[in-house]
């Protein structure tokens, strides 16, 4: 089965995730208005659905032949990237300045999610062009803007991101990769990087890569790196692509899923060095590279949400056609349990990355220096929670999915097991969900000294009581049941705050951002349900699913809450059970 963008959902989210539609409507997006959003949405879901989606089967079986440095992407797939940036996707919440067309974010969020459904190797790569054109416009010199922006803004030219190394994964600061002063105002870049997502690939003329390195006196650690502009071809005087720079890729991984996302292992510095151009400050490449990473982070929560909602659909798809007995599988309970499971987590997860996406929107358009701030905040705290629980999602509604084809989906020809072998890289790329549960814990609970996650938990208590006023018999106990949750992650937070030393949390921290999201995404699939209750949109379908996350998921909640508060005795005092 193929992918149809559930454009009518993905609307809905939007709407009524976080105050959107009423941040249109008080002008905080300009003349923007929700019908100009949910035109763009259609037609973003219309050439994920016409056209990329096709590719993705071809994709997955043709993967990306790499032969004397090249790499030959799929039948069909330069043709489609060549349409799409000549749409104007790449540059959708881009600055006008630099040919971008300055939409929220949150809209782009949404794109992002169609992109990466219809195929999770083809969206990836775009999200890397994305995270640059940010990084670049907030740090790049006006020559550099001048010279690159343009370009990766129309998608005309792609960008990577490169920090990992043999030795250097999470622990970016050991990484070795090399920069020397050229006398120029340029630098000279040696070293390797691996993992480099399109680091090689036939879509466009040049592929402009952002690459970490150290200056030969800088300091140890993370504090010691710079970033620089590296691109794959050296300009001419007119601004056109010319001789190859002394950068390369030397391999291609062959990896467990997104088959047609070329994955390289990069070489620089055969040949005297590659040209560099410094972005921002020297030894401040850290504070550039975030600006890339925090949106690549939510992206790939998308990408969770992206992959979560084919797995859905085609399981979905299948149940209703499939017979066992007398009735199609769909009818049978624990089938049933499977298919609400996978549609209300990957409904949950959508509106935490919403949310997220609103927040960052805020955070650069509000009026007063005060909101965006606390916008800024928000965001900060709800960016590991999109990108890890989201991408836990992904894995777990795919394989839920594999599950409900029964023998076949074990079988390839189905696709399910394409979705669930996609979505695996996801919870582990742009920071592991470890990293990011320990980033959550550690770093964004404590915010303002607690302020941040209390305001937040605040707004979700709030939702959880309109749901129990309502006295719709049709909600059941979904309010109580929100309350428990909420009431188990205020604990686990007052905890967690309570805590003298940040190592005594890092148990605890997968489990803590495994109740946050729960407890976020039921609530905010259940004021969905409620504002459905107003408007009569699909009211009996929201209202079932927000009461069976509530009912069946977020009563998860004693459980997680004792593996926080417990984790550090239980999980440090068992290295025999290792031995």
Not at 40 to 52: M, N, P, Q, R, T
Not at 72 to 95: Q, R
Not at 262 to 275: I, L, N, Q, R, S
């Amino acid at each position: 089965m193929t992918y149809r963008a559930p454009v009518a959902d993905i609307a809905f989210a939007l709407r009524n995730a976080s105050g959107f539609t009423e941040a249109v409507e008080s002008g905080l997006f300009g003349d923007l208005d929700l019908g100009t959003i949910d035109a763009v949405l259609e037609e973003a879901g219309k050439f994920a659905s016409d056209v990329i989606a096709p590719l993705n089967t071809v994709g997955d079986k043709f993967g990306t032949p790499f032969k004397d440095g090249a790499v030959t992407t799929p039948p069909g797939w330069k043709d489609a990237y060549t349409s799409w940036a000549s749409a104007g996707w790449n540059g959708l919440a881009a600055p006008a300045q630099w040919g971008g067309q300055d939409l929220p974010h949150a809209v782009n969020a949404a794109c992002v999610e169609m992109w990466n459904s219809a195929s999770m190797a083809f969206g990836i790569g775009p999200v890397l062009t994305m995270a640059a054109v940010d990084a670049l416009a907030a740090y790049g010199s006006d020559e550099l803007k001048q010279t690159y922006l343009g370009k990766l803004v129309s998608g005309e030219w792609m960008g990577t991101m490169q920090l990992t190394e043999p030795q250097a994964g999470s622990d970016v600061g050991a990484l070795r990769t090399r920069a020397e002063r050229a006398g120029d105002g340029t630098y000279r870049i040696f070293g390797q990087k691996i993992f480099i997502t399109y680091g090689e690939h036939d879509l466009t003329d040049n592929i402009i890569h952002f690459v970490l390195a150290r200056l030969p006196d800088a300091p140890p650690g993370t504090k010691g790196l710079s970033l620089f502009l590296i691109p794959k071809l050296l300009l001419n005087a007119d601004g056109t692509p010319g001789k190859r720079n002394d950068a390369r890729a030397h391999s291609i991984e062959h990896k467990l899923g997104i088959h047609a996302s070329p994955t390289c292992t990069m070489v620089y510095g055969d040949d005297g060095g590659a040209v560099g151009y410094l972005i921002g400050q020297e030894h401040k490449g850290m504070l550039c590279m975030f600006t890339m990473m925090n949106r690549a982070r939510l992206a790939v929560g998308l990408q969770g949400v992206a992959i979560a909602e084919r797995a859905t659909q085609q399981a979905l798809a299948y149940a209703r056609d499939r017979k066992q007995g007398p009735q199609a599988i769909i009818h049978y309970p624990d089938v049933k349990r499977m298919l609400l499971t996978m549609r209300a987590l990957t409904r949950a997860a959508r509106s935490i990355c919403f949310a997220t996406a609103i927040a960052l929107d805020r955070s650069h358009r509000a009026k007063t220096e005060a909101e965006r701030k606390a916008a800024h905040e928000r965001a900060s705290l709800l960016t590991p929670i999109a990108k890890a629980f989201s991408t836990d999602i992904g894995v777990e509604v795919s394989s839920l999915g594999v599950q409900v084809h029964g023998g076949m989906g074990f079988i390839e020809e189905t696709g399910a097991a394409q979705h669930y072998r996609d979505s695996r890289i996801a919870a582990i790329y742009e920071g592991t969900n470890g990293i990011q549960a320990i980033d959550l814990a550690t770093r964004k609970v404590p915010l303002n000294n607690g302020e941040t996650v209390k305001a937040l938990i605040a707004e979700l208590r709030a939702t959880a009581k309109a749901v129990s006023q309502t006295n719709d018999p049709a909600f059941g106990e979904t309010g109580a049941r929100l309350n428990e949750s909420l009431d188990s992650l205020e604990r686990a937070t007052q905890w967690i705050l309570s805590q003298k030393s940040p190592d005594s949390v890092l148990a605890g921290a997968t489990p803590y951002l495994r109740l946050f999201g729960n407890s976020a995404g039921g609530c905010m699939i259940a004021n969905e349900a409620m504002v459905a209750l107003r408007s009569g949109d699909d009211t009996a379908a929201r209202v079932a699913l927000a009461r069976f996350l509530a009912e069946n998921i977020c009563v998860q909640a004693d459980g997680l809450e004792r593996a926080v508060t417990t984790a550090e005795k239980s999980v440090n005092g068992a290295d025999a059970a290792l031995a």
